[in-house]
């Protein structure tokens, strides 16, 4: 069935530091994905997302770019900020089930 | 402002006493689903509505009903709670099943607590 794998974390930067987490997945024909933040006692946002192969979804200085030769997803950022930590989930939408599917989530903590 | 709105924010409870989580929204959306977090597990999708009256099961529906008599609220309902129901559990709606250009709109969550 349809599945999201994505980085275990915890993930600990530096303020200003690169962020990568890595988002893989598994589904049939051609699904939306998505990577949705949840800040500390809120519900989740949506990020950003990407509809079909090659999209790039950008917002708030983060990205990721559906690749579908490598079934992946993986969110980056050039500058991290202390305000950015959270914990992030990679989902995808529309594959064999007609649901909104999420990886395990990855914490990110930024130190000063 | 669009919300989606859970009530209670955290409730501790004992087994067995039949507990509600009421979840509104104003947006008008038609979809709306309820999913629980556990840690090392992400959210995981108990119940959904496509519409009124109109419900179906997600991947852990075991102690759980719902129902969607109007379109604005999708109470959730654990009948006789256990502990392994003890969890953070979210409602979110959208505007339609068809995520591919309408993101899900979540609550801020319920934490449950079951003695």
């Known amino acids: 069935g349809d599945s999201v794998t994505q980085m275990e974390g915890p993930v600990t930067l530096s303020e200003e530091a690169f962020l990568t987490i890595n988002c893989t997945y598994t589904?049939?024909?051609?699904?939306?994905l998505f990577w949705y933040v949840q800040y500390p006692g809120e519900g989740l946002q949506l990020l950003l997302k990407?509809?079909?192969?090659?999209d790039k979804g950008s917002n708030k200085g983060f990205e990721a770019t559906y690749r579908k030769e490598t079934t992946s997803f993986h969110l980056e950022k050039g500058s991290v900020q202390v305000s950015d930590s959270a914990v992030y989930f990679c989902?995808?939408?529309?594959?064999?089930?007609?649901?909104?599917?999420f990886g395990t989530g990855t914490l990110l903590a930024v130190q000063p | 402002e669009a919300q989606v709105t859970q009530n209670p924010r955290y409730l501790i409870t004992v087994t067995g006493k039949k507990l509600t989580v009421t979840c509104s929204q104003n947006?008008?959306?038609?979809?709306m689903s309820w999913y629980r977090q556990d840690p090392g597990l992400g959210l995981r999708q108990i119940y959904y509505?496509?519409?009124?009256?109109?419900?179906d099961k997600g991947d852990v529906p075991e102690g759980y009903k719902v129902s969607r008599k109007e379109k604005r609220n999708f109470p959730l309902i654990l009948e006789s709670p256990s502990p392994n129901q003890t969890s953070l559990y979210f409602c979110?709606?959208?505007?339609?099943?068809?995520?591919?250009?309408?993101?899900?709109?979540f609550g801020d969550g319920t934490r449950l607590s079951i003695l």
């Open positions: 979110a709606s959208s505007f339609s099943g068809g995520f591919g250009n309408q993101p899900q709109h």
């Open positions: 589904a049939t024909g051609y699904p939306s």
């Open positions: 990407a509809t079909k192969a090659d």
């Open positions: 989902a995808l939408y529309g594959g064999a089930t007609n649901k909104l599917i």
């Open positions: 947006m008008n959306h038609e979809y």
């Open positions: 509505s496509m519409n009124v009256e109109v419900t």
